[in-house]
């Protein structure tokens, strides 16, 4: 593990406020009202504290959801989400590119898991016809990430939300990537769908929010089913009521400052204009890999983007799949457009 040093080229800290003045002072403030550092206990038992319970309804509102659970990190919601929700003689239908908490949950999950085609909506049509047409009854799970962490690619969400609406699925929204950065105020790339009873979004809180934790958002229902039956949920110290009171200014940072997301949104353009002629994928995110191939090679290339002082990061498989080890570059508010400059030169020289 490296500290991280250098221009930030590579944090998920896409709006910057992971250091901004308003979240130390959200938490300097909670301090001074006596929210204490640690919960002391799980939810269930003396750990829950009201700066959880005014975040969830807070979040709530905010994505237009019926309810919201905070948990302690997004890791953990996708592996209770995903091993508590379905039941025996459900199917759930996966991205093949899903991320490892997904993949955690399902591991523990009481029905089976099946990978499909990425961002092939049709492939998942075809993968629940075929469960049916083999005898399955249950219920089918559609797991996808709205914006996919290490290629920046979106999922067919309006597609799969009809799918889901065909074939009486239940649709799973892993929102890590674009809670803060897209949609109305911030609200994510499945905005327009939370809020629909077969919708189950989650919102990370480490990324775009600059905090920690994670919040499951949709129907009550699910919002009842996890604090009862979700074990990570239940055998866990909560997070920090602290934590809490960070991401509620979170929220409140989201609506009253868009501003941010229009100087990422500048700032993805320029990355774009500088970077795509290198061999970076245009991807209308703050996300652009830059697919190398080879592992030995792709490392060498971040090292030397790292000792000319870039915090850029190469990511390997099984992270990423065989022969597509990359450069995971990110943009975010700690970085301007002298440093993309500064980058795209120093790129074009150790590049191949
Ligand atoms: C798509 C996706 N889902 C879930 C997570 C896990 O979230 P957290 O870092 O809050 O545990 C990540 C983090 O890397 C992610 O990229």
Not at 51 to 64: D, K, R, S, V
Not at 186 to 203: I, Q, S, W
């Amino acid at each position: 593990m490296r500290m991280p040093a250098g221009i930030d080229f590579s944090s998920n800290d896409y709006l910057g406020l992971a250091g901004s003045s308003r979240l130390s002072r959200a938490i300097a403030d909670a301090l001074a009202r006596g929210v204490p550092v640690g919960s002391g206990g799980s939810r269930l038992l003396r750990g829950n504290h009201c700066e959880h319970e005014e975040l969830e309804a807070e979040a709530a509102e905010f994505f237009g959801t019926e309810a919201a659970l905070y948990c302690s990190s997004g890791f953990a919601a996708n592996s209770a989400l995903l091993s508590t929700l379905p039941q025996a003689g459900d199917l759930i239908l996966h991205d093949e590119l899903i991320h490892a908490s997904a993949h955690e949950g399902m591991r523990l999950a009481r029905c089976d898991a099946v990978a499909v085609a990425h961002n092939d909506t049709d492939a998942f049509g075809d993968a629940i016809a075929s469960w049916r047409s083999s005898g399955g009854t249950g219920r089918p799970w559609i797991a996808v990430e709205s914006l996919y962490s290490m290629d920046g690619a979106r999922a067919p969400l309006a597609d799969l939300a009809a799918l889901a609406e065909r074939d009486e699925a239940i649709l799973l929204i892993d929102e890590a990537h674009a809670t803060g950065v897209f949609g109305p105020d911030g609200r994510g790339l499945a905005a327009a769908l939370d809020g629909r009873p077969n919708v189950v979004t989650l919102k990370t809180c480490g990324k775009a929010l600059g905090c920690e934790g994670a919040l499951v958002c949709g129907p009550r229902i699910v919002r009842d089913f996890l604090v009862n039956r979700g074990r990570g949920f239940i055998f866990s110290t909560a997070p920090s009521p602290l934590m809490a009171s960070a991401v509620r200014e979170a929220l409140r940072i989201l609506a009253d400052e868009p501003e941010r997301r229009t100087q990422l949104e500048a700032l993805v353009a320029e990355a774009e204009r500088l970077l795509v002629p290198l061999g970076a994928r245009r991807t209308g995110s703050p996300i652009l890999p830059l697919v190398i191939g080879d592992p030995a090679h792709t490392m060498a290339v971040a090292e030397a983007l790292q000792g000319a002082g870039f915090d850029v990061r190469g990511i390997r498989p099984p992270t990423v799949p065989e022969g597509t080890s990359r450069l995971r570059i990110s943009m975010t508010l700690n970085t301007g457009p002298g440093d993309i400059a500064a980058l795209a030169d120093v790129l074009a020289e150790v590049l191949p």
